[in-house]
C-alpha cells in the first residue's frame, strides 16, 4: 500500500518561511514526477510547483522566486521550501506523485497524500 505523507504546515506571519515534506512510503518501484497543489477555501486546486525525474521544475507564476521544491531520491522524499509568505499563499497543499509500484508493470500511477494546512497571517 503506497502512502504520501505531508508535513510541515502550520501557521506564520507573512514574510516568513515554511518548509514541506512529503514522503512516500510501500513498495515502490520508480519515482516519476512529482509535485505540489495547493486548494484554497472556495478555489479550485492548482499545481504549485513539480520536479521531474530528471530534476527539471517547474513553478506557478505565483510562487516563482520565492517557493523551491527538491527531492531526495533516496528517501523517496520531495520538499517544498516557501519563502516570503502572504496571506495569499494560505491553503491545503497536497503533494502528489507519479509512481511506478511494480516492476512487471511498466504504467505510472498517481497518488494523493492527505494534504496540510498552511496559513499565513499576523
Known amino acids: 500500500q503506497v502512502q504520501l505523507v505531508e508535513s510541515g504546515g502550520g501557521l506564520v506571519q507573512p514574510g516568513g518561511s515554511l518548509n514541506l515534506s512529503c514522503a512516500t512510503s510501500?513498495?515502490?518501484?520508480?519515482?516519476?514526477?512529482m509535485a505540489w497543489y495547493r486548494q484554497a477555501p472556495g478555489k479550485q486546486r492548482e499545481e504549485v510547483a513539480r520536479?521531474?525525474?530528471?530534476?527539471?521544475?517547474h513553478y506557478a507564476d505565483s510562487v516563482k522566486g520565492r517557493f523551491t521544491v527538491s527531492e531526495d531520491n533516496a528517501k523517496n522524499t520531495v520538499y517544498l521550501q516557501m519563502n516570503s509568505l502572504k496571506p495569499d499563499d494560505t491553503a491545503v497543499y497536497y503533494c502528489n506523485a507519479n509512481l511506478q509500484v511494480s516492476f512487471r508493470d511498466p504504467r505510472y500511477f498517481e497518488y494523493w497524500g492527505q494534504g496540510t494546512q498552511v496559513t499565513v497571517a499576523s
Open positions: 520536479i521531474t525525474p530528471d530534476r527539471y521544475t
Open positions: 510501500g513498495s515502490i518501484f520508480s519515482v516519476g514526477t
